[in-house]
Nanobody
Framework: QVQLVESGGGLVQPGGSLRLACSAS????????MGWFRQAPGKEREFVAG????????YYGDSVKDRFTISRENAKNTAYLQMNSLRPEDTAVYSC?????????????????WGQGTQVTVSS
């Protein structure tokens, strides 16, 4: 079983930036895609971004395109989410996910593992 642990959440002012990290452990070494979801209280879970095993392909939800960037460092078993131009509506619990399929879109469609989540609050 793959274990995912998020870090980097916190409070940031509108227009600011924040970088989340997701550390993976317990994997078999097989290629896998990684990504991020978010969910605010009383709202449905929303896909944020996905990245392929190689890091060469990424896929973003419409609400975060041109503002967020997903990346990964496989040697460190870590994926990142760089969030810029943050808005109050970005406030949510952000959860890391992984899929045993290596395509960037796969983590959105077939997430196999989940982290506990980290709180991101955008407020002035």
């Amino acid at each position: 079983q793959v274990q995912l642990v998020e870090s980097g959440g916190g409070l940031v002012q509108p227009g600011g930036s924040l970088r989340l990290a997701c550390s993976a452990s317990g994997g078999t070494g097989s290629p896998y895609s990684m990504g991020w979801f978010r969910q605010a209280p009383g709202k449905e879970r929303e896909f944020v971004a996905g990245i392929s095993w190689s890091g060469g392909s990424t896929y973003y939800g419409d609400s975060v395109k041109d503002r967020f960037t997903i990346s990964r460092e496989n040697a460190k078993n870590t994926a990142y989410l760089q969030m810029n131009s943050l808005r109050p509506e970005d406030t949510a619990v952000y959860s890391c996910a992984a899929s045993t399929s290596e395509a960037a879109r796969a983590v959105k469609m077939f997430p196999d593992y989940w982290g506990q989540g980290t709180q991101v609050t955008v407020s002035s």
